[in-house]
């Protein structure tokens, strides 16, 4: 049968056949990602930014999503594990549950990249990849204070903070860092804080709720409010909307399509800009070099403890984006196009430069 294919395909099949085999003798890398509900950009930006580095990179992986259920993300690490990763990189839904993963991994000889979120029970991951969270929360206090400026609030500002999961360790460490840049304000009298809650899971419907019940127990006077993700911060613009009220200065995060969006609109200040595809790489450049028994030191870029233990780290740094650099940043680094954003009513509010960017079907 052989004899009868030209060289050249029997050669391109043999070099298939040993690239497969080459990638089978590798192992996997598995991606345990949290849930859908939180944020968008797990499924719209994470999966494909990984999904495209294996790929390139031509090794064995898989990539799954626990959907907000602990107990589901444990067995689908047992399962990873079972079905031969030497490499797990997890966004933990809690630290207990991370922990968990981690010392089933460790017991089988699997290195875990603590994905985004740093698990700060038990001995920790083998590395850290993220960005600097307490910069994000500074970037959202500043522009907080920025928008409440340009908006010609008279004091005392009326604040209201809606903070993300308290499972998460990155919503403390987004809250140290707001808190450093409005904690004096208040302090100060110049503005006031109305309530200080946070958000079970990120859950957008529970923040929905949550500000609301602020809303009226405060009669409607909230002036502004810090909100720890795009996601929170639509759920302050659907709470003012469903109670007839303006909208307010509020911050986010994640730089995902509708926060754009409602920035264009004037419904939201500013968010910020985590090059995703960035954090996703060096993860994956980890995760391979790890996979290959390759020395990765020179991709670490500092350390992070844990609580237990100093974690080899890779740290980002993130960017404010308002209505003034929305084409310098997310739209010139490709992360988000003119063309998911300005569609339907949001159209109207789009540069007249972007729109004549467009296709022509765009924007319909």
């Known amino acids: 049968m052989l004899k009868a294919l030209p060289r050249i395909l029997i050669f391109s099949l043999m070099l298939v056949f040993t690239v497969a085999a080459n990638a089978q003798s590798e192992g996997l890398i598995a991606v345990l990602l949290p849930d859908s509900a939180s944020s968008a950009r797990w499924e719209a930006d994470d999966r494909r930014f990984f999904a495209q580095a294996f790929e390139a990179a031509g090794v064995n992986y898989s990539i799954v999503n626990a959907e907000g259920d602990a107990t589901v993300q444990i067995s689908q690490a047992e399962q990873a594990i079972t079905n031969g990763a030497k490499v797990i990189l997890l966004v933990n839904l809690d630290s207990g549950s991370g922990a968990a993963i981690i010392a089933l991994a460790r017991e089988a000889g699997v290195a875990v990249i603590d994905y985004d979120r740093l698990t700060i029970e038990g001995e920790g991951a083998d590395y850290y990849v993220s960005f600097d969270n307490e910069a994000v929360g500074r970037l959202q206090g500043e522009g907080l204070v920025a928008a409440v400026e340009a908006a010609g609030i008279p004091s005392p500002v009326r604040v209201a903070v809606l903070n ?41 419907q529970q923040a929905l709720v949550i500000f609301e019940q602020m809303l009226t127990a405060a009669g409607g006077e909230i002036d502004a409010a810090i909100a720890a993700n795009d996601g929170l911060a639509g759920a302050v613009a659907a709470a003012l909307a469903n109670q007839g009220l ?18 264009l609109a004037g419904q939201q200040s500013m968010t910020v800009y985590k090059a995703i595809k960035a954090e996703a790489e060096a993860a ?18 500092g350390v992070v403890n844990n609580g237990t233990n ?15 650099n929305i084409a310098e940043t997310v ?26 960017t467009m296709t022509p079907e765009a924007g319909s």
Do not use: H
């Open 331 to 356: 739209i010139a680094d490709g992360f988000r196009t003119w063309e998911e954003i300005c569609v339907g009513e949001f159209a109207a509010f789009c540069p007249e430069e972007a729109l004549m």
């Open 164 to 204: 993300g999961s308290p499972t998460d360790n990155n919503a403390t460490l987004f809250k140290n860092g707001y808190d450093s840049v409005i904690n004096p304000l208040f302090e100060s009298g110049e503005w006031v804080e109305v309530d200080d809650q946070s958000v079970p899971g990120w859950d957008n």
């Open 246 to 263: 303006p909208y307010i200065p509020v911050t986010g995060q994640d730089a995902t399509v509708a926060g754009i969006q409602r920035i």
């Open 284 to 301: 994956a450049a980890l995760a391979i070099g790890l996979l290959r028994g390759e020395d990765v030191s020179g991709l670490v870029t």
């Open 310 to 324: 100093d974690i080899p780290s890779v740290l980002l740094v993130p960017v404010s984006v308002t209505i003034d």
